[in-house]
């Protein structure tokens, strides 16, 4: 059963720039995991320092093995200096 990861981030100013050129290379490794299917980046058109990915696995253990990898976790620490408030992630599967 396929899986849907939203992954809702909040930038500080002036580092848009920076955590681009990272969820670009996050999105370049995931690509490459199994399970993998597909993934966009959105913008808040009221708050542009609200970014929203979504992703979408196989399953929620393909899913659950990118969180886990340590190659994610590297690029995850670098976007956490960038935000004003930690990462919030939800798992969602259809109704």
Known sequence: MTVRVIIERNIKEEKEAELN???KELRAKAAQQPGYVSGETLRN???SSH???ISTWLSLEDWQA???NPERAV???KIAQLLTKPTKT???TQF
């Open 21 to 23: 050129e990272l969820l």
């Open 45 to 47: 058109v009221k708050d």
């Open 51 to 53: 970014l929203l990915v």
């Open 66 to 68: 990118w969180k886990n």
């Open 75 to 77: 690029i995850q620490s």
């Open 90 to 92: 939800t798992v969602l």
